[in-house]
């Protein structure tokens, strides 16, 4: 099945600020599926793509955006011992709760903070000390450049406070999939 292309969407309400014109077209990803076939349409188009999570970090001028916002949805969550595998869609503050309602730590400091699993490598979040860089374990991701689904590492990922690869030297290469904490 093809991923269903809506055109002209208002893009305030997918992000935390409110504020936002509309998006030339608009693709719900909630299967990795769904992630590649936006991609290619992009492609296909000509046009540029913007992978949106929680948008919680994003302000969308009145304007709108002239390509495809890929809405990665992608929900799930697996647990294994005290490992957790979360899809990128998957709300964030909800995951923490799970995380301290199990006993767990590493994550208690980071409950509250607005957006989705996928965003929490990509700046690395953090708060009261406690960075995603402390519990997470790898992250399972569509590279762009290469056109194949990767496991990146801790150490792939390249962590520094606020920072990783996805928004510095590889910013564009990666769509977050999924993350797995321990």
């Given at each position: 099945?093809?991923?269903?292309?809506?055109?002209?969407?208002?893009?305030?309400?997918?992000?935390?600020?409110?504020?936002?014109?509309?998006?030339?077209?608009?693709?719900?990803?909630?299967?990795?599926?769904?992630v590649l076939e936006g991609v290619h349409f992009a492609l296909e188009q000509g046009v540029?793509?913007?992978?949106?999570?929680?948008?919680?970090?994003?302000?969308?001028?009145?304007?709108?955006?002239?390509?495809?916002?890929?809405?990665?949805?992608?929900?799930?969550?697996?647990?294994?011992?005290?490992?957790?595998?979360?899809?990128?869609?998957?709300?964030?503050?909800?995951?923490?709760?799970?995380?301290?309602?199990?006993?767990?730590?590493?994550?208690?400091?980071?409950?509250?903070?607005?957006?989705?699993?996928?965003?929490?490598?990509?700046?690395?979040?953090?708060?009261?000390?406690?960075?995603?860089?402390?519990?997470?374990?790898?992250?399972?991701?569509?590279?762009?450049?290469?056109?194949?689904?990767?496991?990146?590492?801790?150490?792939?990922?390249?962590?520094?406070?606020?920072?990783?690869?996805?928004?510095?030297?590889?910013?564009?290469?990666?769509?977050?999939?999924?993350?797995?904490?321990?």
């Amino acid at each position: 099945m093809k991923a269903s292309v809506l055109e002209n969407v208002p893009l305030a309400p997918f992000t935390t600020l409110g504020i936002g014109g509309p998006a030339r077209y608009f693709i719900h990803a909630g299967t990795e599926k769904t992630v590649l076939e936006g991609v290619h349409f992009a492609l296909e188009q000509g046009v540029p793509l913007l992978v949106l999570g929680g948008g919680s970090n994003l302000v969308v001028a009145d304007a709108g955006f002239p390509g495809v916002v890929l809405r990665v949805e992608i929900k799930g969550r697996h647990w294994s011992g005290e490992r957790l595998t979360a899809g990128a869609g998957e709300d964030w503050d909800g995951v923490a709760a799970g995380v301290v309602a199990r006993n767990l730590s590493g994550v208690e400091c980071l409950s509250g903070i607005p957006g989705s699993v996928g965003g929490t490598p990509v700046q690395n979040v953090g708060a009261y000390g406690q960075e995603v860089s402390g519990t997470l374990a790898a992250v399972r991701a569509y590279d762009r450049q290469t056109n194949r689904i990767v496991d990146l590492s801790r150490e792939d990922c390249a962590f520094s406070y606020r920072k990783s690869i996805f928004n510095t030297t590889a910013r564009d290469r990666y769509i977050v999939l999924d993350v797995t904490y321990a």
